[in-house]
């Protein structure tokens, strides 16, 4: 792993990071440990940890990414935020332990709708009492999407691969109930986007 190789990047990932630390600030103060599901570029991981040091941040992804990942979390030499590990939310159950907080962004439009519902498994089984689970990404409510650039992006996700897309607020919802998680905040966010905050009671 060399020092000088450029870390990985993502520009979508730094134009989010301020707007979706606004919301965890809200939320995160007096968590200990945090699960992170598709950690990709580490930008995320590297910024929010920074910003809660009491706050442990144990970052994922799919093995494929894993060397990327560790990469910039590596070089960010925090003490609290470990090596990530190696998680596929469709080998249920995780191979981890139980969280606090469980957090993703940009992830469930990516993989499949089985693979979202593996994820509401995962997450019923590996969040603490009265944990948080915080989802960043795109959404469409009661079939519509909010924007004619997310009905666009979806048609761009499905060419790429047919499993993915935007999805249902209410489908997504319901999963998260499935699990015993209660909505508490739907965000609306830039770049029509959400961060849906669930809890645990």
């Not at 809200?26 to 580490?42: D, F, K, V």
């Not at 960010?76 to 080998?91: K, R």
């Not at 944990?131 to 999407?145: D, Q, T």
């Not at 998680?181 to 965000?187: I, K, P, Q, S, V």
Request: hydrophobic share 40%; net charge negative; charged share 15%.
């Amino acid at each position: 792993m060399s020092l000088f190789e450029p870390l990985p990047f993502s520009q979508a990932s730094e134009n989010n990071k301020l707007p979706i630390l606004d919301v965890l600030s809200r939320h995160l103060q007096n968590q200990a440990s945090l699960l992170e599901i598709g950690g990709g570029t580490g930008q995320h991981a590297e910024c929010f940890a920074a910003n809660f040091p009491g706050l442990k941040w144990q970052s994922s992804d799919v093995s494929a990414n894993l060397d990327n990942l560790n990469r910039r979390i590596v070089r960010a030499e925090l003490t609290n935020l470990p090596p990530a590990i190696n998680l596929d939310v469709n080998e249920v159950p995780w191979k981890c332990g139980a969280f606090d907080v469980i957090y993703s962004a940009n992830c469930l439009h990516i993989i499949s709708t089985s693979a979202v519902e593996c994820f509401f498994q995962g997450v019923g089984a590996h969040l603490n009492e009265k944990g948080l689970l915080l989802v960043y990404g795109p959404f469409k409510y009661s079939g519509a999407f909010t924007t004619d650039s997310n009905a666009h992006f979806d048609v761009w996700l499905k060419g790429r691969d047919p499993v993915s897309g935007v999805r249902d607020f209410e489908w997504v919802n319901q999963l998260a109930n499935d699990v015993g998680l209660r909505l508490a905040e739907d965000n609306a966010m830039p770049a029509n986007n959400q961060l849906l905050v669930w809890h645990k009671p």
